[in-house]
């Protein structure tokens, strides 16, 4: 099983304005995202990462850079974990954004929704290649690895909706805080979502158990019929 912790970054200037920041360059952490990072980073100190993957937005690496802080690990980075590509949307307010028609179809048909202008993409698009880049890393880093995938709001609910099989439509009912961690565990044949915008609870679950005589790889695909004892049995 592969685990995947989706870190989003801590608070921006543009989170604070009310600007839909996307991909324009510059963009940092203000204070509160400074030291959200910073909590969030000595949260997961005691989880062994097999990598740390980003955004390549300034936002993220500074993000994954304090989870990176006393590990012997490098950054790296993926441009498919970047932000959605909102094209003319870019650099706006969302209080005049509200009033665009397209702001319906984002939030009642996303899966329709194609940002306009040149550099925009559709919602259907960033879903697809965020859930490709952690497929791929997944079986890169193999099956019993734990790693960390940075990146922002909109990809990480596009990702968590995959992961519990709701069609994109759905998405904006995931909600996803900044300098949260969402949790999913890949199997063989299904994965099994372990956390969702969790801002502040114990990490000690994430934390590989010791290696055991390995079981029959179908059963890790298995749910636990009635729900099973949690965390703490393992």
């Known amino acids: 099983m592969t685990t995947v912790i989706l870190l989003r970054h801590g608070r921006t200037t543009a989170n604070a304005g009310g600007v839909l920041a996307g991909w324009t360059p510059g963009v940092q952490l203000d204070e509160t995202g400074q030291a959200q990072v910073a909590a969030v980073g000595q949260r997961l100190a005691p989880v062994p990462l097999a990598a740390v993957v980003s955004s390549p937005l300034e936002r993220c690496r500074q993000t994954a850079g304090a989870v990176l802080d006393g590990r012997d690990l490098e950054l790296q980075t993926d441009d498919r974990l970047g932000e959605a590509r909102y094209g003319d949307w870019t650099g706006r307010k969302l209080a005049e954004l509200v009033k665009d028609p397209m702001w319906k179809v984002v939030q009642q048909h996303p899966s329709a929704a194609v940002f306009p202008g040149d550099e925009g993409e559709g919602l259907a698009q960033t879903q697809a290649r965020a859930v490709a880049a952690v497929r791929e890393w997944n079986a890169r880093l193999g099956p019993d690895a734990v790693w960390l995938a940075c990146s922002h709001g909109d990809v990480i609910k596009a990702v968590l909706a995959d992961a519990?099989?709701?069609?994109?439509?759905?998405?904006?009912?995931?909600?996803?805080?900044?300098?949260?961690?969402?949790?999913?565990?890949?199997?063989?044949?299904?994965?099994?979502?372990?956390?969702?915008?969790?801002?502040?609870?114990?990490?000690?679950?994430?934390?590989?158990?010791?290696?055991?005589?390995?079981?029959?790889?179908?059963?890790?695909?298995?749910?636990?019929?009635?729900?099973?004892?949690?965390?703490?049995?393992?």
């Open 164 to 234: 519990l099989g709701l069609h994109l439509d759905a998405f904006q009912r995931i909600v996803v805080d900044p300098a949260s961690i969402s949790v999913v565990t890949y199997t063989e044949t299904r994965p099994f979502v372990v956390r969702v915008n969790d801002t502040g609870g114990d990490v000690a679950a994430l934390v590989p158990p010791k290696k055991r005589p390995r079981r029959r790889r179908g059963r890790d695909s298995d749910a636990v019929v009635g729900g099973g004892a949690g965390a703490a049995a393992t």
